[in-house]
């Protein structure tokens, strides 16, 4: 008798996951998703990805009258990290597909800054007009997405010239296959972030590790700056 089984490899994400199946996962974990990353020490990783020197440079223009959008804002940890980072509070923006998701970020974020606008929508189609954000920051969204190129297009279309995009991928690696049957999420190796970074038209690329724990073996960070002229999309990449 044959028997068929499937085997995870590291190119296990064939397929993307649908916007539905993402909403429905993150919709149920929501509850204990702040107990999930403390488990993990992720909200420590966090702040020490906003003091590395890279990321605090990059963030050396921000005063509270400037703007930041932080996409797949989940519950609000890595704009937490942010704003424990800064000398003054900004305002924060964050877009979800998850609405209970959504809805602990509010509670998180709402004594934390002097504004703050959370919209449940997806990262692909921001209904923020064009250069907008003094800083965009991202964490393992970029990872749920079947074109993270087109993504980047968009949220560099309403960052403004000369700001810095800040963000955390997952690492690819066999940790990343095992998380993937749950989380539904690819990992991307360093040379890989870096490509998207700069075939999306940012500048300044660099792509580093951080943290002390799980966020050392399982993550990479990436900082890049758009241009201060106008870019080009390419159609390949
Ligand atoms: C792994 S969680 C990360 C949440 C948060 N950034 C953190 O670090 O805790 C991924 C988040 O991205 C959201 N998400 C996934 N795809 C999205 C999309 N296309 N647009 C907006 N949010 C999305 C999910 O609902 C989820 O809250």
Redesign the pocket.
């Known amino acids: 008798m044959l028997l068929k089984t499937t085997i995870p490899t590291l190119d296990h994400w064939k397929t993307a996951p649908s ?1 539905d199946t ?2 429905s996962l ?1 919709d149920a974990s929501a509850e204990h ?1 702040d107990d999930y ?1 403390a488990r993990l020490r ?1 909200p420590l990783d966090y702040q020490l990805l906003f003091k590395s020197r890279a990321v605090r440079n990059g963030l050396s223009h921000l005063d509270h009258t400037s703007k930041i959008l ?6 609000g ?2 704009s937490l990290a942010l704003l424990d980072s800064i000398a003054h509070p900004v305002q924060v923006s964050g ?4 609405y209970p ?1 959504l809805t602990h970020a509010q509670q998180n974020l709402k004594n934390r800054c002097p504004a703050l606008d959370l919209r449940w ?4 189609r921001l209904l923020f007009t064009d250069d907008s954000f003094d800083a965009i920051i ?4 970029l990872e ?2 079947a074109d993270p190129v087109a993504a980047l297009h968009e949220l560099l279309r309403v960052l403004k010239p000369g700001a810095p995009l800040i963000g955390s991928v997952t690492r690819k690696g066999l940790g990343q296959v095992l998380m993937s049957l749950r ?1 539904h ?1 690819r990992g991307y190796a360093s040379h890989q972030l870096d490509a998207f970074l700069q075939v999306a038209g940012l500048e300044a690329v660099q792509t580093f590790d951080y943290g002390t724990g799980w966020s050392k073996w399982m993550c990479i960070a990436a900082i890049g700056v758009k241009p201060r002229r106008a870019i080009t999309v390419s159609s390949q990449h």
């Open positions: 916007i993402l909403r993150y998703w990353l992720q932080d996409c797949g804002v989940g519950t940890a890595f877009v979800d597909i998850s998701m929508g997806d990262i692909r991202f964490a393992h969204v749920h997405l989380w999420n």
